[in-house]
T-cell receptor, first 112, second 114 residues
Framework: GDSVTQMEGPVTLSEEAFLTINCTYT??????LFWYVQYPGEGLQLLLK?????DKGSNKGFEATYRKETTSFHLEKGSVQVSDSAVYFC???????????FGKGNQVVVIP | DTGVSQDPRHKITKRGQNVTFRCDPI?????LYWYRQTLGQGPEFLTY????????KSRLLSDRFSAERPKGSFSTLEIQRTEQGDSAMYLC????????????FGPGTRLLVL
C-alpha cells in the first residue's frame, strides 16, 4: 500500500543553519504530498503541500518539490530559527478519499 | 473559524473499561477523519466519514472500536474493554469535499490505559 519513509533520527542544528529533511514515498497513482508540523504542545498543522509532479510547495521559508522520478518530497529551509523547533511529518494523500499516510516524523531542535 | 476541537484532552482509564471521545469538526466540513498516533510514530488512519456515512475503516480498527457521526456534525469514537495497547493519542481531522483538500487536525485526546 501507499507509504512514506522519512530519514531516521532527530535533527539538531544551530540557528541560521540550512535544514533538509528527506522524505520518499511509495504510491500507486498520483498522490498529493504534504508536510505537517507539530510544535510543542500543539496539534498538527499543515506546513505546505504539492498536488502534482514538479510542483513546489512553500510556506514560512520552507520549500519542498514533488519529484516523481525520485519519488521524493524533501523539506528544506535556508536559515532556521529557534522557533522552527518542532516535529515534522511527511504525508501522502490519494485521490478520492484523501486519507493520509504519514511518515514517522523528525524531531528538529534548533540551538541558539 | 474555531478549528477542530476534541474532548477530553486527556483520559486515564483502567484496563477493561470503556471510553468515549468526542470530535467537533470545522462547521462547514463534510469529511471527518480519526487517526491514532503512538509515541515516536506518525498518525495512522483509523476511519473517515462523509457527512453521517462511515465510508472507510482501517484494519487497525478492531471490533472493540466504534465510531459514529449521527447528524453529520460531531463524531464520537468509543473503545470498549480497553487494553494497554490502546494507549495513544487519538486525533480527529476535518476537511471539505474537494479531492485532496487539506485536512485540519484537532489537538488530540491522549489516552492512557493502566
Amino acid at each position: 500500500g501507499d507509504s512514506v519513509t522519512q530519514m531516521e533520527g532527530p535533527v539538531t542544528l544551530s540557528e541560521e543553519a540550512f535544514l533538509t529533511i528527506n522524505c520518499t514515498y511509495t504510491a500507486t497513482g498520483y498522490p498529493s504530498l504534504f508536510w505537517y508540523v507539530q510544535y510543542p504542545g500543539e496539534g498538527l498543522q499543515l506546513l505546505l503541500k504539492a498536488t502534482k509532479a514538479d510542483d513546489k510547495g512553500s510556506n514560512k521559508g520552507f520549500e519542498a518539490t514533488y519529484r516523481k522520478e525520485t519519488t521524493s518530497f524533501h523539506l528544506e529551509k535556508g536559515s532556521v530559527q529557534v522557533s522552527d523547533s518542532a516535529v515534522y511529518f511527511c504525508a501522502l494523500g490519494g485521490y478520492g478519499n484523501n486519507r493520509l499516510a504519514f511518515g514517522k516524523g523528525n524531531q528538529v531542535v534548533v540551538i541558539p | 473559524d474555531t478549528g477542530v476541537s476534541q474532548d477530553p484532552r486527556h483520559k486515564i482509564t483502567k484496563r477493561g473499561q470503556n471510553v468515549t471521545f468526542r470530535c467537533d469538526p470545522i462547521s462547514e466540513h463534510n469529511r471527518l477523519y480519526w487517526y491514532r498516533q503512538t509515541l515516536g510514530q506518525g498518525p495512522e488512519f483509523l476511519t473517515y466519514f462523509q457527512n453521517e456515512a462511515q465510508l472507510e475503516k482501517s484494519r487497525l480498527l478492531s471490533d472493540r472500536f466504534s465510531a459514529e457521526r449521527p447528524k453529520g456534525s460531531f463524531s464520537t469514537l468509543e473503545i470498549q474493554r480497553t487494553e494497554q495497547g490502546d494507549s495513544a493519542m487519538y486525533l480527529c481531522a476535518s476537511g471539505g469535499l474537494a479531492a485532496l483538500e487539506t485536512q485540519y487536525f484537532g489537538p488530540g485526546t491522549r489516552l492512557l490505559v493502566l
